[in-house]
């Protein structure tokens, strides 16, 4: 199975983040579809996917929940971009969390990609580049949870295989 892990969009976010305009023609992602990715794991057993649920859930407790800013909503990754993305600040907080991640699938055997992590939340896949002009935030993305989702190859919508909520914030 295709899968990764992600922080999933709230449902209320989702709504509001649907309604922002992008470039035409594109295909937009579904709002129960909209995710920040951490790591895109490619192809995986079942089973070995089943056997990182005990260090995820333990890396959710041991995470507390924050908020996110999302500034704008533009090309991505930049001018000319094949994709219109919500782009997200890299709070302190989100890049421990992507770090302590990292850690756990290092430990597993999972070779990082060489990427730099650029987060964002892909709003539609556009047919061809854009140089559309970004559209102003900003929105607060919650982040309550973790999840490893599946990506059928067919490019239907993904499927939540598993999901850890992250500790409550202190009062």
Not at 41 to 65: F, H, M, Q, Y
Not at 75 to 96: C, M, Y
């Amino acid at each position: 199975m295709r899968c990764f892990i992600a922080v999933p969009v709230s449902a209320t976010l989702a709504v509001t983040l649907g309604q922002v305009p992008g470039p035409d023609p594109g295909r937009t992602v579904a709002a129960a579809d909209l995710h920040l990715t951490l790591a895109f794991l490619g192809e995986r057993r079942e089973a070995w996917v089943r056997s990182l649920w005990p260090s995820l859930a333990e890396l959710a407790a041991a995470s507390r929940a924050f908020a996110l800013t999302l500034p704008e909503a533009g090309p991505f990754p930049g001018p000319g971009g094949r994709f219109w993305a919500a782009r997200v600040t890299p709070e302190p907080a989100l890049t421990d969390l992507h770090a302590r991640l990292w850690r756990v699938l290092a430990a597993a055997g999972v070779e990082r990609e060489p990427r730099p992590f650029l987060p964002h939340v892909t709003l539609a896949r556009l047919a061809r580049p854009t140089r559309a002009a970004p559209v102003a935030g900003p929105w607060q993305m919650p982040v309550t949870s973790l999840a490893v989702h599946e990506s059928p190859p067919d490019g239907g919508g993904y499927r939540v295989l598993r999901e850890w909520p992250l500790a409550r914030p202190r009062p």
